[in-house]
Nanobody
């Protein structure tokens, strides 16, 4: 069992930066690929980024490529999402996710979800 707790969300202006953190409980954090999804009001949950178990490979949605950076610290059981040059369209609830494989990271195969943290970007 893995519990994920996100933090770091908030209200910012367009162009600002935020860093989200996701702290995982348990001793098997390094056994999971980790990532982030987001869900805006009235829209489906969408993939944002993911990272493999070692942290050596990362993947991004086109909409955030070049602006967001995912990283992980397996010693601290934490995954991070650095978000730069934020845009109003980045406004959403951001969810941390854990899955067995970085190659299978769609919402229907995610093993564990965090509770979500709100990010609001004003124009």
């Amino acid at each position: 069992q893995v519990q994920l707790v996100e933090s770091g969300g908030g209200l910012v202006q367009a162009g600002d930066s935020l860093r989200l953190s996701c702290a995982a409980s348990g001793r098997t954090f390094s056994s999971y690929a980790m990532g982030w999804f987001r869900q805006a009001p009235g829209k489906e949950r969408e993939f944002v980024t993911k990272i493999n178990r070692s942290g050596g490979s990362t993947y991004y949605a086109d909409s955030v490529k070049g602006r967001f950076t995912i990283s992980r610290d397996n010693a601290r059981n934490t995954v991070y999402l650095q978000m730069n040059s934020l845009k109003p369209e980045d406004t959403a609830v951001y969810y941390c996710a854990a899955a067995q494989s970085v190659y299978a990271f769609s919402p229907n195969v995610i093993d564990y979800w965090g509770q979500g943290t709100q990010v609001t970007v004003s124009s």
